[in-house]
C-alpha cells in the first residue's frame, strides 16, 4: 500500500518541530569587530567573535600598561635602555621605535613638567595589519593639559592619534609598532 504524499510531507516537517531531532541550525547574536549593531549570526561566527574579543581584550591591558609606562617616562626625560614594563609590553620594531623616542628624549633634555598624557578614546581598527600583527586599536590622546621643557624652553603639547598594532609573542600579545599622527587633530 502507498502512502499518501501528504502525510510524508507531514512526518517532514513533524521531524524538525520534536525536540532532539534535526532542524535549522540556533542562531546567535554577533557585534560587528569595530562595533555596531548586532546582528544575528551562525555558531562558527559567533565563536569567531569572542576569540577576536578575548585577543582584544588582552590587547587593550597591554596598551593600557604601556600608556602608563609612555607617560612615566617622558616626564623622566627618557631612558636609556628599556624597562622592565617596556619589554612586557612592547615587541619587534615597537620595542625599537619606543627605544629610540625615549634615547632621544634622554639625548635632547626634553620631558614633560606639569601635565600628563589623557587618554580619550581607544577604538579596534580590524582592517589595520603590518607585519605579523592579529588587532590593532587606534587612540586620542589629550596632551593639551602638558607643559614641555627642553632646556630652558617650555612649550605646550597637543593632540595625537596613535596606531597600535599587536603580535603575538611566547608572553602574550605586544605591540609590534606604532603609527602616530601628531598635529592631525585638533581635538579628540
Not at 10 to 15: G, M, P, S
Not at 141 to 154: A, N, P
Amino acid at each position: 500500500m502507498a502512502i499518501p504524499k501528504s502525510v510524508l510531507a507531514a512526518a517532514v516537517v513533524a521531524t524538525f518541530l520534536v525536540p532532539g531531532c534535526a532542524g535549522p541550525e540556533p542562531t546567535y547574536s554577533c557585534t560587528p569587530e569595530a562595533g555596531g549593531e548586532p546582528y544575528t549570526c551562525v555558531k562558527a561566527q559567533y565563536d569567531l567573535m569572542v576569540e577576536r574579543d578575548k585577543l582584544y581584550a588582552e590587547a587593550e591591558a597591554v596598551y593600557v600598561k604601556y600608556f602608563a609606562e609612555n607617560t612615566r617616562i617622558f616626564q623622566s626625560g627618557g631612558v636609556t635602555q628599556p624597562t622592565p614594563v617596556m619589554l612586557d609590553t612592547l615587541t619587534g620594531e615597537g620595542l625599537d621605535q619606543a627605544s629610540q623616542t625615549y634615547k632621544g628624549l634622554r639625548t635632547s633634555g626634553l620631558k614633560i613638567i606639569a601635565g600628563e598624557y589623557r587618554l580619550v578614546w581607544l577604538h579596534r581598527a580590524p582592517k589595520e595589519v603590518m607585519g605579523g600583527s592579529v588587532v590593532a586599536f587606534e587612540s586620542c590622546i589629550d596632551g593639551s593639559g602638558v607643559t614641555f621643557e627642553e632646556g630652558k624652553t617650555t612649550y605646550p603639547g597637543n593632540f595625537f592619534q596613535k596606531r597600535t598594532y599587536y603580535s603575538p609573542t611566547s608572553s602574550g600579545l605586544k605591540i609590534s609598532n606604532f603609527m602616530t599622527f601628531t598635529g592631525a587633530v585638533d581635538a579628540c
